[in-house]
């Protein structure tokens, strides 16, 4: 039912700012137990948690990337975006939007619905 899907260039700039954005439809970006969420995934790396937006806003973020990183939220449109400032070559990755629910007892998150991932290259 629910569906995402991922936008923006393929290709940035080295120091630029990587800017996406992720169309959400069948569900909403306002719902309480929802935390709309940005992963990527480098070559030949695992998956790489960044961050998320939730509730009322409230955004949490990898410590790593935390000074570069910003998740915000259109409700009206009902998409969410990530933009990573001051980027390099190591950020060169297949970057996906997903939606995290949580498990309230036993304090987890699960995904279970995600978008195809974009390939976002950063060059010059």
């Known amino acids: 039912q629910v569906q995402l899907q991922e936008s923006g260039p393929g290709l940035v700039k080295p120091s630029q700012t990587l800017s996406l954005t992720c169309t959400v439809s069948g569900g909403s970006v306002t719902m309480v137990n929802d935390y709309w969420t940005w992963i990527r995934q480098p070559p030949g790396k695992g998956l790489e948690w960044m961050g998320a937006?939730?509730?009322?806003?409230?955004?949490f973020y990898s410590p790593p990337l935390r000074s570069r990183t910003s998740i915000s939220r259109d409700t009206s449109k009902n998409h969410f975006t990530l933009q990573l400032s001051s980027v390099t070559p190591e950020d060169t990755a297949v970057y996906y939007c997903?939606?995290?629910?949580?498990?309230?007892?036993?304090?987890?998150?699960?995904?279970?619905?995600w978008g195809q991932g974009t390939q976002v290259t950063v060059s010059s």
């Open positions: 937006i939730g509730y009322g806003g409230f955004t």
């Open positions: 997903a939606r995290g629910r949580l498990r309230e007892v036993l304090k987890t998150t699960f995904y279970d619905n």
